[in-house]
C-alpha cells in the first residue's frame, strides 16, 4: 500500500502519513491508533509496540470459567468417595500463603489459573476433617477467590465466594470478620452499598465495640479494615455523614494499629490504608479537588512504600479518577502508567481500570504510554 492510498483510506494528506511514517508526527490519540489500525486491517498492538501473544486480560476472563466451574462443583451433593489423597494443613497453609503472595502482586492471571484446583483441595481437606485450622484455610481461599473475582468486574460470583467464606467461619467471630472484608467488596462492586455497609459494620461491631478499644492487634487490624469497607459502601451510597463516622472510626483504629501490620492472611492495615481510602470516598462522592489533597498526602506517609503492589496500584487508578474529575488529563495519564509500571495486570485486566484509560484517551492528545495502555488492553470504547 503506497502512502497515497493509505492518506485516502484514512481521509488525511499523503504528508500527514510520511510524518507518522518517520516518527516526526505521532499517533498521540487512541482513536488515531484505531483507525489507523483499522485501515492496514492490523491489530491496534502492532502499531504501539505489542506482540500476537494473549493480553492478561484475555488470560484472567478465561480463568474466570475455571474459578465457576470449581464454585459449581458440591461435593456433599455429588458423593462417592475421593481417592485423592488430602493435603495436610501446613501444605494447604503454604499454598494459600502463595495465592495471597500472588494476589499482592496483582497476577491475577496466574491466580485465575491456580485457584480452582486450590479451592478443590481445600474442600477436600475441609471435608476431611473439620480442624479449626483448615476451616480458617478454606475461608481465606474463599476470601482470594472473591477477591480476585471483584478485581475482574465478576461482583456476582464474588458475592457467592463470599457467601460461602461466611458459610464455613459459622460462629467463629474472627472468621466472620475475615469473610465480611469480600462480602462488602462484592455487594459494594454489585450496586448493593447498604447492603454492604450494614454487613461490614456488624462484622466489625462484632469483634469489636462501636468505640474501638487497645484489643489485640489483629483484631483491630480486622476491625479497621471493616470500618474502611464500610465507609467505601457508604460514599457509593452517597452518605456523607456515613462517611464521615466510619472514616473517622477507622481512623482512630489506625493510629493505635500503627503502620506495618499484617494478620490473618490479606489484611494490611494502618494509617496509610485509610488515607488511601478517603481518595476513593471523595472520588465516589465527586470531591475531585478533594481526592487529589487526600491522594498526594497518602503517597508522602511512610506507610505508603509497605503497602501491598496490588494496594498502590489500585490506588494509583483511583488517584487517576480523581484528576479526571478536575480536568487534569495529564496528571490521570501518568498516574495510570505508574500503576502499570508497577502492577500491570492492575490496570490491563480491571474493568473500571480500562474505563479510566479509554476516559483519558478520549479527553483529548494523550501521552504515547497511554495510548499504549489504550491499544494492549483493549479500553471500553
Given at each position: 500500500?503506497?502512502?497515497?492510498?493509505?492518506?485516502?483510506?484514512?481521509?488525511?494528506?499523503?504528508?500527514?502519513?510520511?510524518?507518522?511514517?518517520?516518527?516526526?508526527?505521532?499517533?498521540?490519540?487512541?482513536?488515531?491508533?484505531?483507525?489507523?489500525?483499522?485501515?492496514?486491517?492490523?491489530?491496534?498492538?502492532?502499531?504501539?509496540?505489542?506482540?500476537?501473544?494473549?493480553?492478561?486480560?484475555?488470560?484472567?476472563?478465561?480463568?474466570?470459567?475455571?474459578?465457576?466451574?470449581?464454585?459449581?462443583?458440591?461435593?456433599?451433593?455429588?458423593?462417592?468417595?475421593?481417592?485423592?489423597?488430602?493435603?495436610?494443613?501446613?501444605?494447604?497453609?503454604?499454598?494459600?500463603?502463595?495465592?495471597?503472595?500472588?494476589?499482592?502482586?496483582?497476577?491475577?492471571?496466574?491466580?485465575?489459573?491456580?485457584?480452582?484446583?486450590?479451592?478443590?483441595?481445600?474442600?477436600?481437606?475441609?471435608?476431611?476433617?473439620?480442624?479449626?485450622?483448615?476451616?480458617?484455610?478454606?475461608?481465606?481461599?474463599?476470601?482470594?477467590?472473591?477477591?480476585?473475582?471483584?478485581?475482574?468486574?465478576?461482583?456476582?460470583?464474588?458475592?457467592?465466594?463470599?457467601?460461602?467464606?461466611?458459610?464455613?467461619?459459622?460462629?467463629?467471630?474472627?472468621?466472620?470478620?475475615?469473610?465480611?472484608?469480600?462480602?462488602?467488596?462484592?455487594?459494594?462492586?454489585?450496586?448493593?452499598?447498604?447492603?454492604?455497609?450494614?454487613?461490614?459494620?456488624?462484622?466489625?461491631?462484632?469483634?469489636?465495640?462501636?468505640?474501638?478499644?487497645?484489643?489485640?492487634?489483629?483484631?483491630?487490624?480486622?476491625?479497621?479494615?471493616?470500618?474502611?469497607?464500610?465507609?467505601?459502601?457508604?460514599?457509593?451510597?452517597?452518605?456523607?455523614?456515613?462517611?464521615?463516622?466510619?472514616?473517622?472510626?477507622?481512623?482512630?483504629?489506625?493510629?493505635?494499629?500503627?503502620?506495618?501490620?499484617?494478620?490473618?492472611?490479606?489484611?494490611?492495615?494502618?494509617?496509610?490504608?485509610?488515607?488511601?481510602?478517603?481518595?476513593?470516598?471523595?472520588?465516589?462522592?465527586?470531591?475531585?479537588?478533594?481526592?487529589?489533597?487526600?491522594?498526594?498526602?497518602?503517597?508522602?506517609?511512610?506507610?505508603?512504600?509497605?503497602?501491598?503492589?496490588?494496594?498502590?496500584?489500585?490506588?494509583?487508578?483511583?488517584?487517576?479518577?480523581?484528576?479526571?474529575?478536575?480536568?487534569?488529563?495529564?496528571?490521570?495519564?501518568?498516574?495510570?502508567?505508574?500503576?502499570?509500571?508497577?502492577?500491570?495486570?492492575?490496570?490491563?485486566?480491571?474493568?473500571?481500570?480500562?474505563?479510566?484509560?479509554?476516559?483519558?484517551a478520549r479527553g483529548g492528545p494523550a501521552p504515547a504510554d497511554v495510548v499504549?495502555?489504550?491499544?494492549?488492553?483493549?479500553?471500553?470504547?
Open positions: 500500500m503506497t502512502q497515497q492510498m493509505l492518506a485516502d483510506r484514512l481521509g488525511k494528506s499523503k504528508s500527514w502519513v510520511d510524518k507518522v511514517e518517520r516518527g516526526v508526527r505521532t499517533l498521540d490519540r487512541f482513536s488515531a491508533v484505531r483507525d489507523v489500525a483499522e485501515a492496514l486491517r492490523v491489530d491496534p498492538t502492532v502499531l504501539v509496540g505489542g506482540d500476537a501473544r494473549p493480553s492478561s486480560t484475555t488470560v484472567a476472563v478465561e480463568g474466570v470459567d475455571g474459578v465457576r466451574a470449581a464454585l459449581a462443583r458440591y461435593p456433599a451433593l455429588l458423593g462417592g468417595p475421593d481417592s485423592r489423597p488430602v493435603l495436610p494443613a501446613g501444605e494447604l497453609g503454604r499454598r494459600v500463603e502463595h495465592a495471597w503472595l500472588t494476589y499482592e502482586h496483582a497476577d491475577y492471571p496466574q491466580l485465575a489459573r491456580m485457584l480452582p484446583g486450590l479451592l478443590s483441595d481445600a474442600q477436600h481437606a475441609h471435608a476431611a476433617s473439620a480442624a479449626g485450622e483448615v476451616v480458617g484455610l478454606l475461608v481465606q481461599v474463599y476470601r482470594i477467590v472473591a477477591s480476585v473475582l471483584v478485581k475482574l468486574g465478576e461482583a456476582d460470583l464474588a458475592w457467592l465466594a463470599a457467601d460461602r467464606a461466611l458459610a464455613v467461619a459459622a460462629n467463629d467471630p474472627l472468621l466472620g470478620a475475615v469473610a465480611a472484608i469480600p462480602l462488602g467488596q462484592a455487594l459494594r462492586t454489585a450496586g448493593r452499598g447498604r447492603l454492604a455497609m450494614a454487613a461490614t459494620v456488624a462484622a466489625a461491631h462484632r469483634i469489636s465495640p462501636p468505640v474501638p478499644h487497645d484489643g489485640p492487634p489483629e483484631e483491630l487490624s480486622l476491625c479497621g479494615t471493616l470500618l474502611v469497607e464500610a465507609a467505601l459502601a457508604a460514599a457509593v451510597c452517597g452518605d456523607v455523614c456515613g462517611v464521615g463516622k466510619l472514616i473517622g472510626q477507622a481512623a482512630e483504629v489506625a493510629e493505635r494499629v500503627g503502620e506495618g501490620r499484617d494478620h490473618h492472611g490479606g489484611v494490611s492495615f494502618g494509617p496509610a490504608v485509610v488515607e488511601a481510602a478517603r481518595v476513593v470516598v471523595a472520588v465516589e462522592l465527586g470531591d475531585g479537588g478533594e481526592a487529589v489533597a487526600w491522594h498526594e498526602k497518602a503517597i508522602g506517609l511512610s506507610g505508603w512504600g509497605r503497602l501491598p503492589v496490588e494496594h498502590r496500584a489500585a490506588h494509583l487508578i483511583d488517584a487517576a479518577r480523581a484528576y479526571l474529575q478536575v480536568g487534569d488529563l495529564l496528571r490521570a495519564g501518568r498516574a495510570l502508567v505508574d500503576a502499570d509500571r508497577i502492577a500491570p495486570a492492575e490496570v490491563r485486566c480491571r474493568p473500571v481500570a480500562r474505563t479510566v484509560i479509554a476516559q483519558v499504549r495502555l489504550a491499544a494492549l488492553g483493549g479500553p471500553a470504547r
